[in-house]
């Protein structure tokens, strides 16, 4: 049997599929699939790509970013079988590839290209109001890259020669433009975010200074849903996972010590080191069962 299982999101889009003992059959990989921020031709091409010489699976779990509503999983789910044909295939919004990684977390939250926290009690699914890169997402790498651009603007002038690493230019007049145009303007700001780790490992002040701001906003947006849901960690961990916690092996700290400034409630905090694709592979299996 072969359990296929697809992390999509708005950077990227992986797929693995292992068979009944768990060893990989399939690997592949392509661009940002996204559904409610990706535009379709853009989302299909980059799904066959990373599904270009998939055997057909048994099962199929698909956990991608911007799934809103059943319609939404709908329309995904025809994309696949179109690709399959009649096979099982369940489709999630992308945070529910976490749950069967770390079943004991008290939280899960995701710091990717955009951020999100959920818990489940009672079988209850609660989760933040993400709201996307025009309105919220504190706290997510596209975030950092955002804050980035706006103290260049405002005149961090020594974030110039950041910015001209990953765009080939200090010069706003044409970086904003190349954003606004891209396939994935989230994606494109959220490219400053290893150069910001970089710079943050070096020593660059105001790099330090965007990336401290940064992991605030994240620690108070976190205590704030926490409370809200009156979560309590105990002896369970909030568990993370996402681009965010890579880009320096400061950052995981420096979150730390922002939400216990924050909250009283002093969470013990664990890395999802497994690749949230494999989740999905949990996932798929369970499709048979």
Known sequence: MLFLGLDCGGTSSRA?????????????QSGAANWATT???????????????CPTPDAVA???????????ADGVARLLHDRFGEVRIAVYPDYRALVPLVPEACAYLIA?????????????LLKSYANGALIGDEGSVMDLGRRA?????????????????????????AIIPSIYRSESPAGQLARLGPALGHSLDSGHSEATSVIRETLFSLARNVSRYLDRWKVEGNDAPLAVTGGLWSISDQILPMFIEALHEVSPDRL?????????VEGAVLLAKELMN
């Open 62 to 72: 698909v956990c991608m970013a911007g799934i809103l509503t059943e319609e939404d």
């Open 39 to 53: 535009d379709r031709a853009t989302l299909q091409r980059h799904l066959a790509e990373a599904l270009e010489g």
């Open 16 to 28: 693995l599929g292992v068979d009944g003992s768990g060893q990989p059959q399939y690997q592949g």
């Open 112 to 124: 990717g290209t955009g951020t999100l926290l959920f818990t489940i009690q009672e079988s209850k």
């Open 149 to 173: 651009v706006r103290a260049y603007d405002q005149g961090a002038g020594s974030l110039g020669p950041i910015l001209a690493e990953v765009y080939g230019t200090a010069d706003l007049g």
């Open 268 to 276: 013990s905090v664990t890395v999802i080191k497994t690749a949230p």
